[in-house]
């Protein structure tokens, strides 16, 4: 039997004759004429994805080298070495920024103030690092380590705020308790009593009996008012 014409058509592909480029899919046809553009692409989606695990591995690296140089920090305050725990909490700070360990150092450096009697030094100090925006729970610590330093200066009025904003800040209500019990102490001995009595019974209506640091806010409360509460 005779083939028909579409048969013999130079254009329908025999079995083992190779595909036109016409008669490929678009989407080869595309990669064919942009080999290089295919190959940049791949390149750089390679790239994005290594530059991720690299950021991913240093910052886990970095995180624990941190740490290991806070813990000889600390140790080394512990044993009594002022100076040079100083010296070791100022190059975390310097190293290791945008740690948690760095954080702690910020703290740690102005413990040692503090035990050195640089009192007004820490002070100033922790208002710097608070103007940072540290993460709260930093945050909180050194507010509240800012507040006892001002305690300490006899700046009642500049310290019951400063323990005010701890407890703002403290993220567990034992720390927001303990904020506001030093807040009211500090406004008693500022000689205003009223703002003292007032925070005592925020504590006792704001917390539950069980939080420590409320039951002595009730005790403080009688004792000032005779009982009446």
């Known amino acids: ?4 014409k579409k048969d013999k058509s130079p254009l329908t592909p025999r079995p083992g004759m190779p595909l036109d480029a016409d008669d490929r899919p678009r989407l080869v ?4 004429r942009n080999q290089r553009l295919v190959t940049w692409g791949l390149t750089a989606v390679a790239v994005v994805v290594v530059g991720a695990w690299l950021l991913r591995e240093t910052g886990r690296r970095k995180a624990t080298a941190a740490a290991a140089a806070l813990d000889f920090a600390q140790s080394t ?7 040079g725990a100083a010296t070791e909490f100022q190059r975390i700070i310097r ?6 360990a760095a954080y702690q150092a910020e703290l740690g450096a102005n413990e040692v103030r503090l035990a050195s009697g640089q009192t007004q030094i820490a002070v100033d100090e922790l208002r710097k690092f608070v103007a940072t925006d540290p993460p709260r729970f930093y945050a909180a610590g050194a507010w509240s380590m800012m507040a006892g330093a001002l305690e300490d200066l006899k700046k009642f009025d500049e310290a019951a705020g400063a323990y005010r904003r701890a407890s703002e800040l403290a993220p567990e209500d034992f720390r927001k308790v303990d904020g506001l019990l030093g807040a009211a ?5 500022a000689g205003q009593a009223s703002q003292s009595l007032e925070v005592y019974r925020q504590i006792i209506g704001s917390f ?3 939080t420590p640091g409320v039951a002595e806010a009730k005790v403080r409360l009688s004792e000032a008012t005779q009982g009446r509460m």
């Open 1 to 4: 039997m005779a083939e028909s």
């Open 29 to 32: 046809q595309w990669i064919d």
């Open 77 to 83: 305050m512990q044993q009594g070495n002022l100076p």
């Open 95 to 100: 190293s290791y920024g945008g740690t948690d």
């Open 185 to 189: 102490r500090a406004y008693r001995l």
């Open 208 to 210: 539950s009996k069980e």
